[in-house]
T-cell receptor, first 115, second 109 residues
Framework: NAGVTQTPKFRVLKTGQSMTLLCAQD?????MYWYRQDPGMGLRLIHY???????AKGEVPDGYNVSRLKKQNFLLGLESAAPSQTSVYFC??????????????FGPGTRLTVL | QQQVKQSPQSLIVQKGGISIINCAYE??????FPWYQQFPGKGPALLIA?????SEKKEGRFTISFNKSAKQFSLHIMDSQPGDSATYFC????????FGTGTSLTVIP
């Protein structure tokens, strides 16, 4: 049981390049989330998904797109990377039990640098 | 606009002492208040959580105190140990999760 895994762990991009971050969970959780973590800013929600085929915007969605084609995977895309997107990205998942929010399980993070 | 305000930014405590971290929120619709612990290079992990129908929750050395009327909640770490040295985040949720800016705790032997 690997929990939440993220690929890649590190990446360096040039401004204008695109990339996709992959998140996978093997806990059969309904909810999945993408956050970014910046010094002094805490964790900020980018996008989230309440189930396969559904996504919604979070606090800071601009410049990112997401897709959830399979329940266990949640992809975060950067179409044209900018230096402001240099950050550590965390994926998380959580179960939904009787409509009540539950613990979020976080992945190990992806450190992205945009030059 | 920061939905959850957390203080202090950093905290140094002697081994065996009490660590206290405070958070405040504005949105009275929030109904789930977790605390997460994060070690360097790792993702956050749930430490303890509370819902607004109780004023206190204790799990081992960790206690959440919740003041609904003041819209504040705090984490108390009793008998702090060097292994507790980490960054702690509070959060509030009603669907979406809003995190505080984090507190870096250092427990010195």
């Amino acid at each position: 049981n690997a929990g939440v895994t993220q690929t890649p762990k590190f990446r360096v991009l040039k401004t204008g390049q695109s990339m996709t971050l992959l998140c996978a969970q093997d806990m059969n959780h309904e909810y999945m989330y993408w956050y970014r973590q910046d010094p002094g800013m805490g964790l900020r929600l980018i996008h989230y998904s309440v189930g396969e085929g559904t996504t919604a915007k979070g606090e800071v969605p601009d410049g990112y797109n997401v897709s959830r084609l399979k329940k266990q995977n949640f992809l975060l895309g950067l179409e044209s990377a900018a230096p402001s997107q240099t950050s550590v990205y965390f994926c998380a998942s959580s179960p939904l039990s009787r409509g009540v929010y539950n613990e979020q399980f976080f992945g190990p993070g992806t450190r992205l640098t945009v030059l | 606009q920061q939905q959850v305000k957390q203080s202090p930014q950093s905290l140094i405590v002697q081994k065996g002492g009490i660590s206290i971290i405070n958070c405040a929120y504005e949105n009275t619709a929030f109904d789930y208040f977790p605390w997460y612990q994060q070690f360097p290079g790792k993702g956050p992990a749930l430490l303890i959580a509370i819902r607004p129908d109780v004023s206190e929750k204790k799990e081992g050395r960790f206690t959440i105190s919740f003041n609904k009327s003041a819209k504040q909640f705090s984490l108390h770490i009793m008998d702090s140990q060097p292994g507790d040295s980490a960054t702690y985040f509070c959060a509030a949720s009603r669907g979406q999760f809003y995190f505080g800016t984090g507190t870096s705790l250092t427990v010195i032997p």
